[in-house]
């Protein structure tokens, strides 16, 4: 999509259609824009530059005489021909056409919308997982990269596994969760997301099956769906996904469970000890292997969570994936993956022909914030604080949606997953919000055939905005109803 | 692979015999080495432990004889069972069947034996194509996080096409080469190998032909290769790719050209501008992209050299790659792309479903690099010290291989294309060299068909490794003749 961010100056002696036919003309010439490209709707063009809509008909008629772009029959202008192609004799790449034979699948269209509007000033995000701005911790920041400054002698490539010293500082970090991992069987990645692009591509085949929980964070993205996977979707009760539904689904097709055992996202819930016993002897019993993601672990708020599957997993059969993203800052970048020592180096190797290993300078951060205990001393800090912004958000939740919506109280991570009880178009609902400057994520982004749930997150917004949001959310949900 | 980084204890009361198949079998209990691992040979073990075969064989007849390994008929012992499974009734996840299932291929594995021979200590790397450690400016980095940690005010996750701040910058940065690029038409990367990954996944289809120089290190790589692409390579003359031969190759499958015209990746060789303007020209009237990959201008030696492909772009056929892991430090892990809009949404989105976007910390360092004007002051500094490297690495060369080899004198960016004169098996030559300590980058990584020259670069060894270095590999090299 073309975006703009240029207005014309009205206070110039150019009239304004001129100021925008120059500014088009330029993107086009310098192949900003490229040919065949769509030019935004007429009504978002005069929007986005701030004219009447005739003055934006007139600088594309401007356009049109000059044989730059054209009307389709199906609605809309598209980008034809630039300076350059009208004086030579062939037309430059058609680059949609190289567009539409990628081999990736794009994002959901819903989740375009969000990772763009969340760009957008003075939305409130009521479903953003991740911490608030607010809650950085600035100066223990400034600390780490103070020490850090004084450590790093050269920056250059790292391991295929990644630094030496983080995975020894990972390793011994892990062993508070009773995770036996040596530094050998550690890879560092670039957050939870690459560690299964790298599981998808390096050990996964076309057209088999993976099983998540129903809803999850998985359905959302699409990497395995994009390497040929299917992802199947195993139905959960208050304490986790179903074991025998597991079995149920098990077929030739399925290479692995990926499962969220603790504060699971969307729903919050946490799989309790025997669960999780039961579930490892029964998909060691399958040789199903698991991947266990486990972002959410350190943001308990009212007692510490039971050990990850990984801390009872005597044979190897689970990958266990851990990220400071959730829990510290998202923008680090950094991730740690678990799991026998020749899948690790398999993935490795994928990584070092993927991006060449992952940013020394957040990796010399996060082995700093661990190593100096300033991570320990800043999560008791962020849990007394999230723990206000829970009770905030179920406040706000107790006032407003008490007639219309049912949720569970987390007992950790940032989401409460609230049902409403009256069928709505969720898209509709989306849209709306966001015209009233609110940002939701639906549940049908974690389960394609479920509509009545959306992912409510403490995390992000301010106190006021989260009991702010929340009021208008639930006036717009009723305005549906 | 397995790796071990652990001796027995020869103080220990414990037999060294017994020390060993405690270590294997706690290896083996927590599931690091997994069930169809392979051990390494027997003499490698004996080194790694550094006993006596004979101890060796004690240890693993005994792990034998608890049925945990397993000698197979075609040589080697591969682990067959663990503690859980002999107590349970079936076997856990047959993880090797996983990885020769992936979708990626494996990287080359003389790459791969570079990439482990990397970190092996005192190692002579003739052919590292990264600036040494002895050249990072630590102080200056100091200065540079310092300044971040006041600006920092969080670290969330970036918009897809990267920090716009950044963009901003790289922006205005790219005017002194003459590229406009507005930074909505800037993608920002974890280097130029994820540019290309994008670009493999998102824009070209399986079974298309890429163009590149012939060789290349884009040979050396399986991003294109991994995603379903061929690679074809284009002969050189000494101003770089030959043009009537870029036509002679062209037919329906051909859907890009990847070209380094400045500094080439390995010859060194600058493309100069009237052959530019020519291949500009010819592309254009073929409708063939181009991917200009311009990692090293910022390393000329002796005068600047032409301007960008991409300054001459009218029509967006050029898809500009830039980064500064080669002129300042790879661990950034921060490149950029620039391209028609559309094309940077499409890798943009792509991007963001692959690791969420770049480290934020790496993005914000950059960014203080290049505003604050210390990144030029560097690079000043930079380019003296390469001199002396180079005349170093070209006065070595006179001496020990005049009548052995023949080479360029580069005027920019790190190698030296080194041609020997008499052919000798280049695989010999490599593992040669790693028993005497020199790590060499083979011609036939670049060039499969190639097997006369090696890639010498006088940007990593300090200035005695590369005078003794070069002396020794003549020496080698005279061994084989």
Known sequence: MISINWKPNKNSSIPLYKQIVDYIKEKIATGEWSISSKLPAQRELAERFEVNRSTVVEALDELKAEGLIEGKSGGGTIIVNNTWSLLASTPPPNW????????HKP???????????EYK?????????????ELFPKEMMKVVL?????????????EPKGSLYLRQIISQYLKKYEINASPDSILIVSGSLQALQLISLGILHPGSAVLSEKPSYIKSLHVFQSAGMRVKGIPMDDQGIRISEIMNNLNKATTLLYTIPTFHNPTGIVMPQHKRNELLEVCEKARLPIIEDDAYRDL???????????????????????????????????????????????????????DYGSSSLSQWALAEWISSGLYEKYLEELREKLRVRRQVALNALEKYFSDIATWNKPSGGFYIWLKLKKQISMEKLFYLCCDNGILINPGNVYDFSENLNLRISYSYSSLYDLENGLKKLSQIIRLLN
Request: charged share 20%.
């Open 300 to 354: 308990w708020l009212d007692t510490e969570p039971p050990l990850p599957l990984k801390a009872k997993d005597k044979n190897g059969s689970v990958l266990y994936m851990g990220t400071i993203s959730k829990s510290l800052a998202a923008g680090i970048r950094i991730g740690w993956l678990i799991g026998p020592e020749p899948v690790i180096e398999r993935l490795g190797d994928i990584k070092m022909q993927t």
């Open 121 to 133: 000033e003075n939305m409130i995000r009521l479903g953003t997982g991740e911490l608030s701005p």
């Open 146 to 158: 103070d020490s850090v400054g004084d450590k790093i002698e050269s920056l250059g490539y790292e």
């Open 107 to 117: 994002n959901l269209s819903i989740i375009q919308a969000i990772n763009k509007f």
């Open 96 to 103: 949609q056409s190289y567009i539409s034979s990628g081999i």
